[in-house]
């Protein structure tokens, strides 16, 4: 096995932690710090997200492209993969936080990160490309409909 897949799997592993999450509690603590205005709002999305993902989880049965176990009920709702919710989850950041600060480099770093992360489920065959599609979709459309009800 070549040095580099080792390399790009570790990687990739990293980069998809930026859906989990510890990440995202993470940023909503560093924002009650400095940005309350912000952290209460993406505190709620990111609470609306993962419920809503979860219900079509469980409504809608679709196999990771790797098989995983269904020996609890956790497992049961994580073997499934449509939709994404690393991917909703990050995609709500990214445009929460582009839609707040709307300057030029947040925005660009934003669908880096996005980007990354979605590849990353693709890639460590977490996800089909229309689970990532669907999680971007979940996430982008509840940033959009969380900004505009608190502006």
């Known amino acids: 096995m070549s040095p580099y897949k080792n390399l790009l799997d570790d990687t990739l592993g990293a980069i ?40 079509i989880k469980i409504i809608y049965r679709k ?12 497992n049961k709702i994580d073997a499934n993969s449509f939709p994404s919710i690393h991917s909703a989850r990050i995609s709500l950041i990214a445009v929460m936080f582009s839609l707040f600060y709307k300057d030029a480099p947040t925005i660009i770093a934003c669908v880096l990160v996005v980007l990354c992360v979605g590849y990353s489920r693709i890639y460590l065959k977490r996800h089909h490309p229309i689970d990532v599609l669907a999680g971007f979709l979940i996430g982008a459309a509840t940033a959009l409909i969380v900004f505009y009800i608190i502006k």
């Open 63 to 74: 196999e990771r492209p790797v098989e995983q176990a269904r020996d609890n009920i956790y």
């Open 16 to 55: 998809t932690s930026f859906g989990s999450p510890v990440f995202y509690i993470l940023i909503i603590l560093v924002l009650l710090k400095f940005n309350v205005s912000l952290a209460m709002p993406l505190l709620g999305a990111l609470i609306f997200v993962e419920l809503f993902c979860v219900i």
